[in-house]
């Protein structure tokens, strides 16, 4: 079993939904990253968590420790946020990023 | 404040030979750590290193793969006598030296690695 599990793995919308991805995480960790990939491109750091909840624009970002699950909405969401959007996490007892598997999420116009 | 910065960003290597992807960290931060992303995989850590020390390579193959970051200059991860399995895309990214366990994520745009 992986340590971070996401889902869905794969997640098509239609222009202006409400979309939610799911983290699920097994270990201890320090902080959780929500990151975000185009095609070809390079990777993005969206939040970091540790606790709570966090806003950015339409994006926003919600941490459950007791529960070790996260998530990351989009609200309104556009064909420009056709992305991969992983999760990660940084271990409790080391600096390195453990990833999730990706979300692959197309916005359909 | 230039972001970390990877290059090349393409490489193309026949069979056989040498592979080096080098990557400039953030300004001010002495941590680099290494990332590859296998085609249709999820990223997978390959080594931590501050400045002139390896802290963690567990995730580094235990042949042909090396890392280093010198006093000066870029960090260099280098790939000897590549193969076909090699080509993937490798992110580099980069913290500051204090609280270095809870910063922000700063990757670099990639170098993708082809392997003919």
């Known amino acids: 079993k992986n340590e971070v599990e996401q889902s869905p793995q794969n997640l098509t919308a239609q222009e202006g939904e409400f979309i939610t991805i799911n983290c699920s995480y097994s270990?201890?960790?320090?902080?959780l990253h929500w990151l975000q990939q185009h095609p070809g491109g390079g990777i993005v750091s969206l939040f970091m968590?540790?606790?709570g909840k966090k806003k950015h624009g339409r994006l926003i970002a919600t941490i459950n420790i007791q529960e070790k699950h996260s998530s990351l909405h989009i609200t309104a969401s556009h064909p420009r946020d056709s992305a991969v959007y992983i999760c990660a996490v940084r271990t409790k007892y080391g600096n390195k990023l453990v990833f999730g598997a990706g979300t692959i999420l197309r916005v359909k116009s | 404040n230039a972001g970390v910065m990877q290059n090349p960003r393409h490489l193309v290597r026949r069979r056989g030979q040498e592979a080096r992807l080098r990557c400039s960290p953030m300004k001010g931060h002495s941590h680099v750590y290494w990332y590859r992303q296998l085609p249709e995989e999820g990223l997978k850590f390959m080594v931590y290193?501050?400045?002139?020390?390896?802290?963690?390579e567990s995730g580094m193959p235990k042949e042909r793969f090396s890392a280093e970051f010198p006093k000066e200059g870029p960090s260099i991860l280098r790939i000897q006598q590549v193969v076909r399995g090699d080509s993937a895309a490798y992110f580099c990214a980069s913290s500051p030296p204090i609280g270095a366990m809870n910063t922000e994520a700063f990757f670099g745009q990639g170098t993708r690695l082809t392997v003919v």
């Open positions: 968590l540790s606790s």
């Open positions: 270990v201890g960790i320090s902080a």
């Open positions: 290193l501050q400045k002139e020390n390896i802290i963690d």
